[in-house]
């Protein structure tokens, strides 16, 4: 008898506490072998002044059990609430998110009936750093922070997952062809990364048209990975191509926890005992997987494939030429209990391999080469309402002293020196100050102090600066629109 396993779990809000109960009591039913801590997370711990929907106390247990099946919660709206979900992810380092999405044709209505693509996203990094600001009255900024261990991290993780998993083909998708930097370096590592896999293929995609195929041609698709904003958007939309975003289940996963939900919300406005447990099944599955109870998961997933096939269909999934009796959660999940040791009849029968080589490897990041720094210049960012481009390059000529001003940007476009007429022009302004005109030569970090002085001693309003560096002398900062 396999020992039983410390997990925590969290009913959460909305449909989820319904969802939940169908999903333990099939997994009991099948014999998992689970020694179960619940924490409150969620709508009644925002009520409470939990900030992040959650008790300082309930990290403990998440840490304790490394293994979280958390059922979905209400986000409140409004200042002053942060994502809980954003936060586990980040605090726990739960660095990958796993998103399987798979057709069940013809027992659930989808245009794909051979789609079988994974979504791999990184879950930490990029716009969902949250950081944010506003400049001026009318600009305002998200930061979109990617670091190379995290790329690499992640690229890795899709390749040992692809590898693991039988899966023949990894796809990068990014917006390299505008953010050169940030997307760029993710793809280049995408790249390196790729060559320790020489048996797996790989291609890469522009992220708007590599949506839409997925929209038009999921099944073209095996495993994707891709950055957070992307990963978000693409894995909604994969799913729900599927046929519906209540057969999704995900995996959150760090190096010493993992986090398994349903992908879909809380669904407040459904009606009680009508929504699918299946996604947040599917994530327990996940889960079951992860720690090394494969035949009970190869169980659950036959008796759910045969419960599909016998036209027994939750709500949303219900059609009336394909279904044969519509049914409420508790009665899905009866109906897969029912059918435990039963094997689908004409969809393929799922297995789950257990064995060293079906494990993902967690490989860390390889150190850094270090690389030679030289400060080159500044860009001051200004807000400014009072004029003309030329006008306020003419007011920094003046204190520009030493150094070379050599670029205004308005929203990013060029606006000096030669800028066009028609550029619509808001009130922030990028201002680039280099120590010459090539930005070879470096520059002293008291200079910009001293440059910033005489930027306001002249009455400008500077809201930031940021420093222009060249990394073995390779520039480490993009050129203007128009440059
Ligand atoms: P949602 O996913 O909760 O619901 C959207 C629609 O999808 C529902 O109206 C319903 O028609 C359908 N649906 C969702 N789950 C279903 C299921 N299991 N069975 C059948 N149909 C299902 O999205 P929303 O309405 O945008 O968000 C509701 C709340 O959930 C918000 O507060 C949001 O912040 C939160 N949310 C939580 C999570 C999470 O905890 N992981 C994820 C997404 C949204």
Redesign the pocket.
């Known amino acids: 008898m396999t020992q039983k396993k410390p997990i925590t779990i969290a009913r959460?809000d909305?449909?989820g506490p319904q969802?939940m109960d169908a999903v333990l009591t099939i997994l009991d039913k099948a014999g998992a072998q689970l020694e179960i801590h619940e924490i409150e997370i969620g709508e009644k711990m925002y009520e409470q002044g939990y900030s992040s929907g959650i008790k300082p106390e309930a990290w403990d247990t998440l840490r304790k059990t490394g293994v979280f099946l958390?059922a979905?919660?209400?986000?409140p709206m409004g200042g002053g609430f942060k994502s809980?979900?954003v936060t586990v992810r980040k605090s726990m380092g739960l660095f990958a998110n796993v998103r399987p999405c798979v057709a069940y044709a013809p027992y659930v209505k989808t245009h794909f009936p051979n789609m079988d693509m994974v979504v791999i996203r990184e879950n930490e990094e990029d716009l969902y750093a949250g950081i944010e600001y506003r400049h001026t009255q009318d600009a305002y900024e998200s930061m979109k922070l990617i670091s190379r261990p995290g790329s690499e991290r992640i690229c890795r993780y899709a390749f040992e997952y692809a590898r693991a998993n039988g899966r023949k083909k990894v796809t990068c998708m990014v917006k390299d062809n505008i953010m050169k930097m940030s997307d760029g370096m993710f793809y280049k590592v995408f790249e390196e990364v790729a060559k320790d896999y020489p048996e797996i293929e790989n291609d890469r995609w522009i992220i708007d048209i590599g949506a839409a195929r997925i929209a038009a041609r999921p099944e073209e698709f095996d495993v994707v990975v891709t950055l957070n904003l992307y990963g978000d958007i693409i894995s909604d939309i994969a799913a729900e191509v599927t046929g519906?975003?209540?057969l999704g289940g995900s995996s959150n996963v760090g190096e010493n926890c993992a986090m398994f939900?349903?992908?879909?919300?809380?669904?407040?406005?459904?009606a009680p005992d009508?929504?699918?447990?299946s996604?947040l099944l599917l994530g327990a599955l996940m889960m079951l997987n992860h720690i090394g109870q494969q035949p009970v998961a190869e169980k659950i997933h036959n008796a759910w494939l045969r419960t599909l096939e016998d036209g027994i269909h939750?709500?949303?999934i219900y059609r009336d030429d394909l279904s044969k009796k519509k049914v409420g959660t508790t009665e899905f999940a009866q109906a897969v209990v029912e059918r435990l040791g039963q094997l689908p009849q004409t969809m393929k029968p799922v297995s789950y391999p257990s064995g060293e080589d079906t494990k993902i490897k967690m490989v860390p990041p390889k150190a850094a080469v270090p690389q030679t720094k030289a400060l080159v210049g500044t860009d001051i960012y200004l807000d400014w309402k009072n004029g003309t481009p030329d006008q306020l390059a003419e007011k920094l000529l003046d204190v520009a002293e030493e150094l070379k001003l050599t670029l205004i940007t308005n929203r990013g476009v060029k606006v000096w020196p030669e800028g066009q007429p028609e550029t619509f022009c808001s009130d922030h302004w990028r201002c680039r100050f280099l120590a010459e005109e090539s930005g070879v030569s470096t520059i002293m970090p008291a200079q910009i102090i001293m440059l910033l002085a005489r930027i306001n001693g002249a009455g400008l309003d500077f809201i930031k600066a940021e420093n222009l560096y060249r990394y073995n002398g390779e520039q480490g900062y993009s050129a203007g629109q128009g440059e």
């Open positions: 959460g909305g449909i969802i958390k979905p919660i209400t986000t809980l979900n519906s975003v209540g939900e349903a992908i879909h919300g809380s669904a407040p406005r459904m009508t929504a699918n447990p996604g939750t709500k949303d």
